[in-house]
């Protein structure tokens, strides 16, 4: 009779722990891996093919908490700290649509909360966190100069005016006519329409829940959809459904007419403030 090697006394109950979590994957059968010595979750090569594990579930809505390894793509050898962007710990920052951001808690009267990309370049003093940037805008005097608004389609990144105008183009072509309200957008501008509808005596509801917005870099723009400023024209909801077509995100109801370009879309695949 043929003698068997004896088995690992570690590894008692393994093979039965491994199949009692095992179930049917798209490529083969998804069994997860735990390394010797411990550590993230491995991906194991079985007759089915080799399945990636999934990965763990989000803890903020679709969006994931940031790591200390997601946090060292934002820091640099020189100053690491984690103030540098602005929060006191790494727990307040979580990642979304791309971009690593913060809330800062303070809902407004409609319930929204301010988000910011924590890697923003302007405006933020590097002393400062959120909440005191914050501050800072809302007890801020403004020129008139950060009151003008540019509807200069001319005024955006070069990669965006070909895809808004193939966009604009189609729209109309259902007989949805759009009008360009307004691309980019200086950071003073930006930091006042933040400041609309949260200082004591302004009546009016906020405008903006963000003081880093895409429309600073020429990378955004809003649209009024045939003379409808409510939102309310079918129009809006064909950009909705077909903005990524054209490279843009789409935030929706919040700002109907708001778009943001983030690179174009693939055919077949086919929302910043």
Same mark, same amino acid.
């Given at each position: ?177 759009? /009008? !360009? ?43 009024? !959809? ?16 077909? /903005? ?26 086919? /929302?910043?403030?």
């Amino acid at each position: 009779m043929p003698q068997h090697p004896k088995q690992d006394p570690r590894l008692e109950g393994l093979l039965e722990r491994l199949l009692a979590s095992a179930k049917p994957g798209p490529q083969g059968i998804e069994v997860p891996k735990v390394p010797s010595g411990g550590g993230s979750v491995a991906t194991l090569r079985l007759p089915g093919g080799v399945v990636e594990p999934p990965s763990p579930p989000p803890t903020v809505g679709q969006d994931k908490r940031i790591t200390p390894e997601l946090l060292g793509q934002l820091t640099s050898p020189s100053n690491p700290s984690v103030a540098k962007f602005g929060v006191e710990s790494v727990e307040k920052v979580y990642k979304k649509n791309g971009r690593f951001v913060v809330d800062t808690a303070r809902p407004d009267e409609q319930g929204m909360v301010p988000t910011h990309f924590v890697d923003w370049k302007e405006g933020r003093l590097e002393t400062e966190t959120w909440e005191v940037y914050e501050d800072r805008v809302l007890s801020k005097d403004f020129t008139p100069a950060d009151t003008v608004q540019d509807n200069n389609i001319g005024s955006l990144e070069a990669e965006v005016i070909g895809p808004l105008h193939a966009l604009m183009r189609e729209a109309k072509g259902h007989g949805f006519n759009m /009008a !360009i309200t307004e691309t980019e957008r200086s950071q003073g501008r930006q930091e006042e329409l933040f400041r609309v509808g949260r200082v004591t005596g302004d009546k009016r509801s906020p405008i903006t829940w963000t003081l880093t917005s895409a429309h600073t870099l020429g990378r955004a723009a809003d649209l009024i !959809i045939n003379e409808d400023s409510t939102g309310s024209d079918p129009g809006y909801k064909w950009l909705r459904d077909n /903005a990524k077509r054209f490279g843009f995100t789409s935030i929706g109801a919040a700002d109907p007419g708001h778009i943001a370009f983030i690179g174009k879309a693939s055919p077949s695949a086919r /929302a910043s403030r």
